[in-house]
């Protein structure tokens, strides 16, 4: 990961080369986050102009009278939006806004890959799927690629997206892409410098036990859910 990853951690200092040469293929492979317009309103503050790949939400159904940017760290986002409530009144929403984030599903000799690594955000260990951040000229199933390359060692010849969500959007602008990652080859591992984590494969017919036991994260638990209805885990 070269900037953040998708559920917590240190930015870090310096980006790493792409670890595959492998170009994802696939339902969607081209497409890109961010389908829509943001609105005018956040595009044009300085906050929003740097050139990176932002959370942005479209046009509001309910008028919005003033935007604040409250906190900016070139990571994060936060701010309020002064709103015009249907019955008159106004009310500030405040809201974080992330960059959006890819979840790898990678599925391989009758398992799944995990990674184990400490979050210092809630100060435990967590056993997840391999996650980050999507680069300004990455589609998600290129940024997924790339990070399960980076995190564990292997290269999909194959991804697909599962879906796109939105992220607790009562306080959060953060985007997920949901990534299945097949023919998996091995290459080079290259951690930045705020990760220490380690691979761990984990039976395809366990995957989603796994992420229901304490320990694992959401985007854990929603990535084997969509990979599970799309039959991806039955697969032996």
């Given at each position: 990961m070269t900037d953040h990853d998708a559920t917590?951690?240190?930015?870090?200092?310096?980006?790493?080369?792409?670890?595959?040469?492998?170009?994802?293929?696939?339902?969607?492979?081209?497409?890109?986050?961010?389908?829509h317009e943001p609105a005018a309103d956040l595009r044009d503050l300085p906050a929003f102009?740097?050139?990176r790949v932002h959370s942005l939400p479209g046009d509001p159904d309910w008028p919005v009278e003033s935007v604040a940017v409250e906190y900016e760290t070139?990571?994060?986002?936060?701010?309020?939006?002064?709103?015009?409530?249907?019955?008159?009144?106004a009310?500030?929403?405040?809201w974080a806004e992330l960059p959006p984030a890819t979840v790898v599903v990678a599925i391989a000799d009758g398992g799944v890959l995990f990674v184990e690594q400490y979050r210092p955000t809630?100060?435990?260990?967590?056993?997840?799927?391999?996650?980050?951040?999507v680069e300004s000229d990455e589609s998600y199933m290129d940024a997924a690629a790339r990070e399960l390359a980076e995190?564990?060692?292997f290269a999909p010849a194959e991804t697909t997206l599962l879906q796109e969500v939105w992220c607790s959007t009562g306080v959060?602008?953060?985007?997920?892409?949901?990534?299945?990652?097949?023919?998996?080859e091995p290459v080079k591992r290259t951690l930045d410098t705020n990760e220490f984590l380690e691979p761990r494969a984990v039976p395809i017919e366990d995957a989603l036990a796994t992420a229901r036991q304490p320990g694992c994260n959401d985007a854990t638990l929603e990535g084997l859910l969509l990979a599970k209805a799309d039959d991806h885990l039955d697969e032996q």
């Open positions: 917590g951690g240190d930015r870090a200092a310096d980006d790493d080369d792409h670890a595959t040469d492998h170009e994802p293929d696939g339902p969607g492979a081209s497409e890109r986050p961010i389908a102009r740097d050139g070139g990571w994060l986002t936060a701010g309020y939006d002064r709103v015009e409530q249907p019955d008159g009144t009310k500030d929403y405040y809630i100060r435990q260990r967590q056993l997840e799927l391999p996650a980050g951040i995190e564990t060692g959060l602008r953060h985007r997920r892409g949901y990534v299945l990652a097949r023919d998996l």
